[in-house]
């Protein structure tokens, strides 16, 4: 497990650095991390994942929600996907379907909440 999660590491390292780079620059820089807000003035399906994730790890799970619905299904399938590849070593089973499925769920989400003011 540990060894699968040193190569993982040692692959993706510098996308993940510059991620984090990017996060950081930005919102201190320009105040906001997500590129739809700052060039368009519109939020993206993802904005308030990062703060619904934070709500999730400390337990309050009806703020994650008011932050974006969709960190259940995402967080759903982290941990899905972390048991195959790291807990029983196999290849995670349809995982671009898994991530086709969850974009259109956030686009979903997105509308329902946004442009048509459902959630």
Do not use: H
């Amino acid at each position: 497990m540990f060894e699968r999660m040193k190569k993982d590491w040692d692959n993706y390292k510098v996308g993940i650095g510059a991620a984090a780079l990017y996060l950081l620059l930005s919102t201190f820089l320009l105040g906001d991390a997500c590129p739809s807000r700052l060039l368009l003035k519109v939020p993206c399906p993802g904005c308030g994942l990062t703060r619904a994730f934070f709500y999730f790890c400390t337990f309050r799970w009806n703020q994650a929600w008011n932050m974006n619905a969709m960190i259940f299904p995402f967080v759903l399938f982290l941990l899905w996907s972390f048991t195959f590849r790291y807990g029983k070593g196999k290849k995670i089973p349809f995982f671009y379907g898994w991530i086709a499925l969850l974009c259109i769920g956030a686009l979903i989400y997105f509308f329902c909440r946004n442009a048509w003011g459902l959630l």
